[in-house]
């Protein structure tokens, strides 16, 4: 079963609106962290924000936000005031607790962002 | 300045014949991970090394192989190329794995492609 969904594969908007790139997962598990990454065309992963199950406060990051829904097991980025170079692809991903031993990274299928100006 | 680097950014192999890519880093990590991106897929984990500890995942191909000489250094190991091996491959690093929100250190990739 696919733990990570992400169900945009392509998404566009507006130089300096707000986009919102989706996010469900699941797991068992009580403990588990949440990240999203970029990955420009260049390939490099570029980590953006960390969401912990046991966070109660949504997390920020500048531009970035985490809009996490604990019981619909979803953890929406949103990302404020669109920039060009925001276009690229964004990753979901999750650490479960039993995989704290190795910390092992599962990723959606990503959604390829792009900035209009 | 990159912490994690990867060599070469672009590599082509002939099928079958053995290719290694490499990865180091500058952040004296424990952990070093090698993924596998295929085109619009997710990246998967192949292995990964905690200091010398060796561990692979179930699912990853007996042609892939991974050495790690030191701290800073882990190499791929692709034994017999096939075209189905023609992918992005990611090394990252973390520096270590028991807590949750360690995050990982992602190196800019290497594409492979097999002709």
């Known amino acids: 079963a696919q733990k990570i969904t992400q169900t945009q594969p392509g998404m566009f908007v507006q130089e300096k609106e707000a986009v919102t790139l989706d996010c469900t997962y699941d797991?068992?598990?009580?403990?588990?962290?949440l990240f999203w990454y970029k990955q420009p065309s260049s390939g490099e992963m570029i980590f953006l924000i960390y969401q912990g199950s046991y966070d109660e406060q949504n997390a920020t990051e500048g531009r970035y936000s985490l809009n996490f829904q604990k019981a619909r097991k979803s953890a929406n980025l949103v990302i404020s005031a669109s920039q060009l170079g925001d276009s690229a692809m964004y990753f979901c991903a999750m650490r479960e607790g039993d995989s704290g031993n190795t910390g092992k990274l599962i990723f959606g299928q990503g959604t390829t962002l792009q900035v209009k100006p | 300045d990159a912490m994690v680097i990867q060599n070469p950014r672009y590599q082509v192999t002939q099928f079958g014949k053995p290719v290694t890519l490499s990865c180091s880093q500058t952040?004296?990590?424990?952990?070093m991970y090698w993924y596998q991106q295929k085109s619009s897929q997710a990246p998967k984990l192949l292995f990964h090394y905690y200091d010398k500890d060796f561990n692979n995942e179930a699912d990853t191909p007996d042609n892939f192989q991974s050495r790690r000489p030191n701290t800073s250094f882990c190499f791929l190991d692709i034994r017999s190329p096939g075209l189905g091996d023609a992918a992005m491959y990611l090394c990252?690093?973390?520096?270590?794995?028991?807590?949750?929100?360690?995050?990982?250190?992602f190196g800019q990739g290497t594409r492979l492609t097999v002709v």
């Open positions: 797991t068992s598990d009580q403990s588990y962290g």
């Open positions: 952040l004296n990590h424990n952990v």
């Open positions: 990252a690093t973390s520096r270590e794995m028991g807590r949750m929100n360690t995050e990982a250190f």
